[in-house]
């Protein structure tokens, strides 16, 4: 079976969303200094690096990361490759897909673009050109009978028309996968695990998300 592991290594380099807190890792006791253990803390948003938006993320009254129904979070899924002349994603873009139905006929999609080049070239540096879905993209894709989208980079949304993506994709109880790495994903059926941790009433959490496909026989 071939594993392929989409997660990005959190580190206090990385690239954070612009107002989120970049990652700070302290190490508060240390079997150098004679302590009997090696202890650290981590600071950093839930949205940092690999993670899960929640409902409760744009839509106040909406459940929280830790009510997340774990059959949404793992299972069958289709990597989606965007062309890389895609600047925004947007209804059209899909809808002129040459596979635009197995889009249609899946519940977990994962949309490979440029993106995920700029984990090698610009890991620590935000880019605010990356590729995302803007709101007719989303409007077609709530439609779809849908369990979770996945993009690779930190929001499932463009940029510049994040907020009404996020609602009304959350707002259809979609789970939204952000910030993976598929660059050495080619497109495809995979088997899905994507956990996020259970924090209690929370937006968001980070997960660590892993793809496998059976080898060929």
Same mark, same amino acid.
């Given at each position: 079976? %071939?594993?392929?592991?989409?997660?990005?290594?959190?580190?206090?380099?990385?690239?954070?969303?612009?107002?989120?807190?970049?990652? %700070?890792?302290?190490?508060?006791?240390?079997?150098?200094?004679?302590?009997?253990?090696?202890?650290?803390?981590?600071?950093?948003?839930?949205?940092?690096?690999?993670?899960?938006?929640?409902?409760?993320?744009?839509?106040?009254?909406?459940?929280?990361?830790? %009510?997340?129904?774990?059959?949404?979070?793992?299972?069958?899924?289709?990597?989606?490759?965007?062309?890389?002349?895609?600047?925004?994603?947007?209804?059209?873009?899909?809808?002129?897909?040459?596979?635009?139905?197995?889009?249609?006929?899946?519940? %977990?999609?994962?949309?490979?673009?440029?993106?995920?080049?700029?984990?090698?070239?610009?890991?620590?540096?935000?880019?605010?050109?990356?590729?995302?879905?803007?709101?007719?993209?989303?409007?077609?894709?709530?439609?779809?009978?849908?369990?979770?989208?996945?993009?690779?980079?930190?929001?499932?949304?463009?940029?510049?028309?994040?907020?009404?993506?996020?609602?009304?994709?959350?707002?259809?109880?979609?789970?939204?996968?952000?910030?993976?790495?598929?660059?050495?994903?080619?497109?495809?059926?995979?088997?899905?695990?994507?956990?996020?941790?259970?924090?209690?009433?929370?937006?968001?959490?980070?997960?660590?998300?892993?793809?496998?496909?059976?080898?060929?026989?």
């Amino acid at each position: 079976m %071939k594993i392929y592991d989409i997660t990005l290594p959190i580190s206090p380099d990385m690239a954070v969303w612009p107002g989120d807190p970049s990652v %700070k890792i302290q190490q508060l006791s240390s079997i150098e200094n004679g302590e009997e253990a090696n202890v650290s803390q981590i600071r950093m948003s839930v949205h940092t690096g690999t993670h899960i938006d929640a409902p409760k993320h744009f839509l106040q009254e909406a459940g929280s990361i830790d %009510k997340l129904p774990l059959e949404k979070l793992m299972g069958e899924a289709l990597v989606l490759r965007i062309d890389d002349k895609v600047d925004v994603i947007d209804e059209k873009t899909l809808k002129n897909l040459p596979n635009v139905d197995d889009l249609v006929n899946c519940k %977990k999609v994962l949309f490979k673009t440029r993106n995920s080049q700029y984990w090698d070239e610009n890991k620590t540096r935000f880019n605010e050109n990356y590729v995302g879905l803007n709101t007719s993209a989303a409007a077609f894709l709530a439609e779809l009978n849908l369990d979770l989208i996945g993009v690779d980079y930190l929001s499932i949304a463009a940029y510049a028309d994040s907020e009404a993506p996020h609602k009304i994709l959350l707002g259809k109880g979609i789970i939204l996968l952000e910030g993976i790495n598929l660059q050495s994903v080619p497109p495809g059926i995979y088997h899905l695990i994507c956990l996020p941790l259970p924090i209690v009433d929370s937006d968001g959490s980070p997960a660590r998300a892993i793809l496998t496909k059976r080898d060929s026989f």
